[in-house]
């Protein structure tokens, strides 16, 4: 059975850090995708980082590029999102999900990942 586990999000004030952790079982990391989604009470799901196992290729968007750091550690099997300067406009459910990739490079597209986590709730006081 394929699972994401997703932990580390809690309380952090604005400016603070936090960082998540995604640990993945039931299949081989080789050839994956790993990205990290995020969704805000009334908002639209967002893709905000994914990263490639077989090469550490990374992709971020927009809104945390600069910000945040996706890394792979292949022998937990385990994926990082660390998060740093957090602002207000950074709470919301965060979730990890496994896909396959294609041109040695992930995509922030949902529809590409077949294996999803639970959430795990990020709040940013300001």
């Known amino acids: 059975e394929v699972q994401l586990q997703a932990s580390g999000g809690g309380l952090v004030q604005a400016g603070g850090s936090l960082r998540l952790s995604c640990a993945v079982s039931?299949?081989?990391?080789?050839?994956?995708?790993i990205a990290w989604f995020r969704q805000a009470p009334g908002k639209e799901r967002e893709g905000i980082a994914c990263?490639?196992?077989?090469?550490?290729?990374?992709v971020y968007s927009d809104s945390v590029k600069g910000r945040f750091t996706i890394a792979s550690d292949n022998a937990k099997n385990t994926v990082y999102l660390q998060m740093n300067s957090l602002k207000s406009e950074d709470t919301a459910d965060y979730y990890c999900?496994?896909?396959?990739?294609?041109?040695?490079?992930?995509?922030?597209?949902?529809?590409?990942?077949?294996?999803w986590g639970q959430g795990t709730l990020v709040t940013v006081s300001s």
């Open positions: 999900a496994r896909g396959t990739y294609q041109y040695s490079t992930c995509r922030l597209f949902a529809p590409s990942y077949d294996f």
């Open positions: 039931g299949l081989t990391f080789g050839n994956s995708a």
């Open positions: 990263i490639v196992s077989d090469n550490d290729d990374t």
